[in-house]
């Protein structure tokens, strides 16, 4: 079974100040996503990495999949108090099929004014 | 454009009552559908997915049970609910090809928060 360690559970910060939130697994993952989630909502993915050592940016948010293709880490620059949510990922691995999605089970982010 | 539709938003029933939630899928065909719940504590977990119509893949043992009626149609039942059944339920779907391995993305619904007491 492959399992997706995020961390850390909960990170509370100051509007403005930057953060970065972990992926890992012990397995090698033929691709990774990330979903942000608000309270009583579903998930939304945000971005899908691929390549080992890929990097993607949206706005101010950085997504790095690892060399390896074992983890993965958002970057959040200049926090606002709009990213909080639930933070997801998600591995995907080869030969998984309609069921090939293990989630993380996310990082709480509050973003204070 | 896609969209998904999923209720009730909010739901409380008593330990032994039925259940049935449902969730339809707009603006595709054929779409792959997932049951998910999410505790606390325990991330989201797939309990049921189907590839198409009358095929249902069960993730866990448990008294819950899925049915897809129609192409676009998901339903989760139980006879009888647990103390152990509350949680948040998502219904999602992808336009699945073949692999998650690319660019397969699941567009999950807004939702049920179910409580049983």
């Known amino acids: 079974t492959q399992l997706l360690e995020q961390s850390p559970q909960f990170l509370s910060i100051q509007e403005g100040e930057n953060l970065t939130v972990y992926c890992n697994s012990s397995?090698?993952?033929?691709?990774l996503q990330w979903y942000r989630q608000e309270p009583g909502e579903g998930p939304v993915l945000l971005v899908t990495v691929v390549t080992g050592g890929e990097v993607k940016k949206l706005k101010r948010l950085t997504f790095q999949f690892g060399d390896a293709r074992k983890d993965s880490s958002l970057h959040i620059t200049a926090a606002q108090p709009g990213d909080t949510g639930l933070y997801l990922c998600a591995g995907a691995w080869s030969g998984g099929g309609a069921d090939g999605l293990t989630f993380g089970k996310g990082t709480h982010l509050i973003i204070q004014p | 454009s896609q969209t998904i539709h999923q209720w009730p938003a909010t739901l409380v029933q008593p330990v032994g009552s039925p259940l049935s939630l449902e969730c339809t899928v707009e603006g595709t065909s054929n779409p792959n559908l997932y049951w998910y719940r999410q505790a606390a504590g325990r991330g989201l977990q797939l309990l049921f997915y189907?590839?198409?119509?009358?095929?249902i893949s069960s993730e866990v043992p448990q008294n819950l049970s899925a049915s897809r009626p129609q192409d676009r149609q998901f339903i989760l039942s139980s006879k009888k609910l647990l103390l152990s059944d509350s949680g948040f339920y998502l219904c999602?779907?992808?336009?699945?090809?073949?692999?998650?391995?690319?660019?397969?993305?699941?567009?999950f619904g807004s939702g049920t928060q179910l409580s049983v007491l």
């Open positions: 189907s590839v198409g119509i009358g095929q």
């Open positions: 397995s090698v993952f033929s691709s």
């Open positions: 999602a779907w992808s336009a699945f090809t073949g692999s998650f391995e690319t660019n397969e993305k699941l567009f």
